[in-house]
């Protein structure tokens, strides 16, 4: 792991812990990389219980209840899947917070209307929002891969500095 990754996992874990919450993580195209990164951090079950790898569409659907009809009408690497992964996983584990990722990482799967490097991301809050946003990285796998766990601990940490414990902000 990176030093800036293990530094936003650091201080993401400080800030739940001291809050008294906890984060669950439900991801397709990192297949666990951002759950890895938060357990690479010691005492990370003070704040870290849950991480689901529902890379088939029958894993969204099956562990985190992602609708069949939401998969026909926008794919699996859409805001709207990630947001159902994120409320899925968070209900799933009891999370106060949940970051959910799915995308295309390359080298192949990508179309015109869903490029390589494409990747939607949700975080599920605990006051019921969840906030969508969609990044396009370049690079190979590896780097698409790395840059949505940057993204990801990144959006989660910037969500929680902005509420207050148990509120929304």
Not at 96 to 101: C, I, L, P
Request: glycine share 12%; proline share 3%; hydrophobic share 45%.
């Amino acid at each position: 792991m990176s030093a800036s990754i293990r530094s936003r996992a650091e201080t993401l874990g400080l800030r739940l812990k001291a809050r008294h919450e906890t984060v669950a993580t439900a991801e397709s195209c990192t297949g666990g990389l951002i759950a890895g990164a938060l357990t690479d951090i010691a005492g990370s079950s003070d704040w870290f219980g849950w991480g689901v790898v529902s890379y088939a569409n029958a894993a969204k659907t099956g562990m985190l209840k992602v609708s069949p009809a939401s998969l026909a009408a926008h794919g699996a690497v859409s805001e709207v899947v990630a947001a159902e992964m994120a409320r899925g996983v968070q209900k799933l584990s009891g999370a106060d917070w949940s970051v959910a990722v799915s995308g295309v990482a390359g080298p192949g799967g990508g179309t015109p209307d869903k490029p390589v490097g494409l990747v939607c991301f949700a975080i599920a809050m605990p006051f019921g929002r969840v906030d969508t946003f969609v990044r396009h990285f370049a690079g190979d796998r590896r780097a698409v891969r790395t840059q949505t766990v940057e993204v990801a601990l990144d959006a989660l940490l910037e969500r929680v500095n902005a509420t207050r414990a148990g509120q929304e902000g």
